[in-house]
C-alpha cells in the first residue's frame, strides 16, 4: 500500500469515560477513572503514541512546584500563584492542587519515578520562586512516561494510538456525547460515544513561528497544535483568559530551556552582555518576560544564562541532567555551535506566543473539580485553566478530572447526539483530500504563524490586531476553500493547521476585549498602557455563541487565601535596582 | 496551482546496516510523536519521510540497535 494512502471507513464504538491525550494529564485521569470504577470501560485516544506523547516525551528534569510539608504549605503557594498572575486568579482549585499534589508525589515515587533526597532521606527542595520553595530535581526523570504506561497496562486502560479527535458530540440538551476522531494513517474515521469526556491535549504550542523559521522547532512538543482549545470552543466551552500569552525565555534558536530551573539553585543566572544580572527571580512570570523584553532591546543584550562561574564539577553535574532529560538534544546542539558551559554563557531569546496554563493563566475554563462549562466534559492539564500548572499540575488535576469524570459516567447515561452531526464533521474533514488542486497545508500553516508573529506579539497594537484579523480571515478563507491533503498525513496536518487558526483567532479576539494591560508582557496593550483594577479586576471568558466569538467578563471568586496590599505587587519588583 | 517538490535535508539519519525493519521492527515508527519516520518499500528500512521533527530522541533512545541518529535540524543548528 502506498504511503498513508487514504481508506473510505467510519465506524463507532463506546466507552464510559473517554480521555483524549495521552501526554502527562490524560494517563493519569485515565488511571484515576478506571481505578474508581474498575468494571467501566475507559479509552485513552492519542494523536501519537502514548508511551512517547506530550511535553514529557523524554522526561522532565524536576517539579517546578511541589508544595512539600516542611518546606512550603498549600496557602503560601496559592498565595505566591495569585500574585504572580496579578490577582485573576479562582483560588479554590489552585489552592485544591496545593494540598493534593504531595499525595501525587508519594503516588509518582510509588510508581518508580525517583526525586531527589538529602542525606536526611527528605525531599531536596529548591527554591526558584519569588517568594517560596517548590523546585524538586527528578535525578532520573527520563523514566516518567515508561512508568506510567506501566501503570495504564497494569490497569488495562484501552489505548488506541494514532487517533486525531477532531469534534466532540453533544446531546440536544448541551451534555457531552462523544467525540469524532480520525486515525492519522488511514484517515478512516471512528465515532467514540462516551459519558463523560477528559480533554487533555496539551498547549497550543505551535501558534506563533520560531525564529528560525523551522515550524516544528517550538518550545511545545510540536504535536501540540491546540487541538484541544479548538474542540473546547466549537462545542459551546468557555476559555478563559486567552490573552495572557505563554512567552517563554529560551536558548536562542534551539527554543527549548535553556534552564534556569535546573542550573539556577546551583548558582546561575540571568545576565545582560555586561555580565550583570538585571532580573531579581528566574521563574517565568509575564512581568519577568517584560524586563528580559526590555533588556534585549535596551542595547545591553544580547541576554545569556550564566554558568562559566561555576565550579567545573558543578557545571558537569548540570549537565548531566541538562542534556539526559526532557531536551536531551540541548547538548548536541550546543557541541555543535561549540559552546561549554565552562568558558561560553547560553545566549538566550524571547519565544514566539502560545497558550499554555502550564507557565500562564489562560485555557479551557475549569472549576476545582476540572469541570468545564459543558456538563460532562472536563479538561486538564495545559490547556486547562488552573494557573502555572506544570507537570505537576497536569497529573494532579488529571487525577481529579478522572475520579469526578467517572462519578459522572456512574450517574448518567449516553446522551444521544444528532447523526447528521457526524455527517458533517466527516465532510469537514475529508474536504482538503477531495480537490485536485489547491494549497498544500504547509503553505497554509507558514502564513497563519508568520502573520500571527508579525501582528499578535506583544506589545499588542490594536491597529495591528485589526490589519492582523483581517490578514488571518483571508487565509482562513483559503484554508476552507482551497486547501489540499494528497494522503492521510498531509491531512493529520490540514486539520492540526485549522486548529492553529482557531487558536489565532481566539488570540486575538480575547486580547482586543481586555482593554488594559496585565501580566507583565503577556499582556501588554499599547494603546492601554496601565493596569486597570477597576474595569478589569476579571476572568475574560470567551465562547461560541450564536456560531461566532463572543467575550465576557467573569468575576474573580473570592479569595481563600487573603492576599494583603503590600504583597499584591510583589512580582511587579522584578528588575534589579541599582546601589549605591 | 500546481505543486512543485521542495528539497530539504532531513534531521533524522537511519543507519540501513544496523537496522532491522526489514525483520520487522517499527520502534521508531511507532513512537515518534509528529510521526514523521517511514519504513521504505524499497529497501525495507526505516527513514525520514517527512522534515517535521521536534529533535525529541525517542526515535534514537527506543532504537534497539543504535540504527538511529538525530541531528538539530539545519535551519535551527
Not at chain 1, 5 to 20: R, W
Not at chain 1, 72 to 80: L, N
Not at chain 1, 122 to 140: R, S, W
Not at chain 1, 518 to 530: I, K, S
Amino acid at each position: 500500500m502506498a504511503l498513508d494512502q487514504i481508506v473510505d471507513g467510519l465506524s463507532e464504538v463506546s466507552c464510559d469515560v473517554l480521555v483524549i491525550g495521552g501526554g502527562t494529564a490524560g494517563p493519569m485521569a485515565a488511571l484515576k477513572a478506571k481505578l474508581k470504577n474498575p468494571k467501566a470501560n475507559v479509552v485513552l485516544l492519542e494523536k501519537a503514541n502514548v508511551k512517547r506523547s506530550g511535553a514529557i516525551s523524554m522526561g522532565m528534569d524536576g517539579l517546578n512546584n511541589a508544595v512539600i510539608p516542611g518546606y512550603a504549605t498549600p496557602e503560601q503557594y496559592t498565595k505566591e500563584i495569585t500574585i504572580a498572575n496579578d490577582g485573576i486568579v479562582d483560588q479554590k482549585a489552585v489552592y485544591k492542587y496545593a494540598q493534593n499534589c504531595y499525595k501525587i508525589i508519594e503516588e509518582l515515587d510509588s510508581f518508580g519515578i525517583r526525586f531527589l533526597k538529602n542525606e536526611n532521606g527528605d525531599y531536596a527542595v529548591k527554591k526558584v520562586h519569588h517568594i517560596g520553595t517548590y523546585v524538586l530535581p527528578m535525578p532520573n526523570g527520563e523514566t516518567v512516561k515508561k512508568a506510567l504506561y506501566r501503570q495504564l497496562r497494569r490497569a488495562r486502560i484501552l489505548i488506541s494510538n494514532r487517533y486525531m479527535a477532531t469534534r466532540l458530540l453533544k446531546s440536544s440538551d448541551g451534555r457531552i456525547a462523544g467525540a469524532i476522531s480520525v486515525n492519522t494513517r488511514t484517515a478512516e474515521m471512528l465515532v467514540i460515544k462516551a459519558k463523560a469526556v477528559i480533554l487533555c491535549m496539551g498547549a497550543a504550542g505551535r501558534l506563533g513561528l520560531p525564529t528560525s523559521g523551522y515550524m516544528f522547532g517550538t518550545y511545545e512538543n510540536a504535536a501540540n497544535s491546540g487541538d484541544g482549545y479548538a474542540m473546547a470552543y466549537h462545542a459551546g466551552a468557555a476559555l478563559a483568559n486567552l490573552e495572557c500569552f505563554q512567552i517563554n525565555p529560551l536558548i536562542k534558536d534551539y527554543n527549548g530551556p535553556a534552564c534556569a530551573y535546573v542550573a539556577g539553585p546551583f548558582g546561575a543566572y540571568t545576565a545582560n552582555n555586561e555580565g550583570s544580572r538585571f532580573i531579581e527571580c528566574d521563574y517565568w512570570s509575564g512581568q519577568m518576560m517584560l524586563e528580559f523584553y526590555n533588556e534585549l532591546l535596551s542595547g545591553k543584550g544580547p541576554v545569556f544564562l550564566q554558568l562559566k562561574h561555576l565550579h567545573p564539577d558543578t557545571i558537569s553535574e548540570i549537565e548531566s541532567t541538562l542534556h539526559k532529560v526532557e531536551r536531551p538534544t540541548r547538548g548536541l546542539f550546543q557541541q555543535g555551535r561549540g559552546v561549554d558551559y565552562r568558558s561560553e554563557s547560553i545566549e538566550m531569546h524571547i519565544s514566539e506566543i502560545g497558550f499554555c496554563s502550564g507557565h500562564s493563566a489562560s485555557g479551557v475554563f475549569v472549576d476545582d473539580n476540572a469541570r468545564t462549562t459543558v456538563p460532562g466534559l472536563y479538561a486538564a492539564g495545559d490547556m486547562a485553566s488552573v494557573p502555572h500548572n506544570y507537570m505537576l499540575g497536569a497529573f494532579t488535576n488529571g487525577s481529579v478530572a478522572g475520579i469526578d469524570a467517572m462519578e459522572f459516567a456512574d450517574s448518567h447515561d449516553f446522551a444521544e447526539f444528532d447523526a447528521s452531526e457526524v455527517v458533517k464533521e466527516r465532510e469537514r474533514v475529508m474536504a482538503p483530500t477531495t480537490r485536485e488542486d489547491g494549497i498544500p497545508p504547509n503553505q497554509i500553516e507558514y502564513k497563519t504563524r508568520r502573520l500571527v508573529n508579525d501582528y499578535l506579539q506583544p506589545p499588542k497594537v490594536t491597529r495591528k490586531y485589526e490589519l492582523g484579523m483581517r490578514r488571518l480571515a483571508e487565509v482562513r478563507e483559503d484554508m476552507q476553500e482551497r486547501m489540499i491533503a494528497r494522503n492521510a498525513h498531509e491531512l493529520l496536518r490540514a486539520l492540526e493547521v485549522q486548529s492553529i487558526m482557531d487558536c489565532a483567532d481566539m488570540a486575538a479576539h480575547a486580547s482586543l476585549y481586555r482593554e488594559e494591560s496585565r501580566w507583565g508582557l503577556y499582556h501588554w496593550r499599547t494603546d492601554f498602557p496601565e493596569k486597570d483594577n477597576e474595569n478589569w479586576f476579571c476572568h475574560t471568558l470567551l465562547s461560541k455563541q450564536d456560531g461566532k466569538m463572543a467575550s465576557e467578563k467573569r468575576a474573580v471568586e473570592p479569595y481563600v487565601v487573603p492576599i494583603a496590599d503590600d504583597e499584591k505587587d510583589l512580582y511587579d519588583k522584578q528588575r534589579i535596582r541599582a546601589s549605591a | 496551482m500546481p505543486l512543485a517538490s521542495y528539497q530539504t535535508s532531513v534531521p533524522v539519519v537511519v543507519d540501513d546496516a544496523k537496522c532491522i525493519a526489514d525483520k520487522g521492527c517499527t520502534v521508531c515508527v511507532d513512537v515518534c510523536p509528529l510521526d514523521v519516520l517511514r519504513i521504505s518499500d524499497m529497501t525495507g528500512k526505516a527513514y525520514m519521510a517527512y522534515d517535521e521533527c521536534w529533535y525529541c530522541m525517542p526515535c534514537e533512545a527506543d532504537c534497539p540497535t543504535g540504527a538511529v541518529t538525530v541531528n538539530i535540524p539545519y535551519l535551527l543548528r
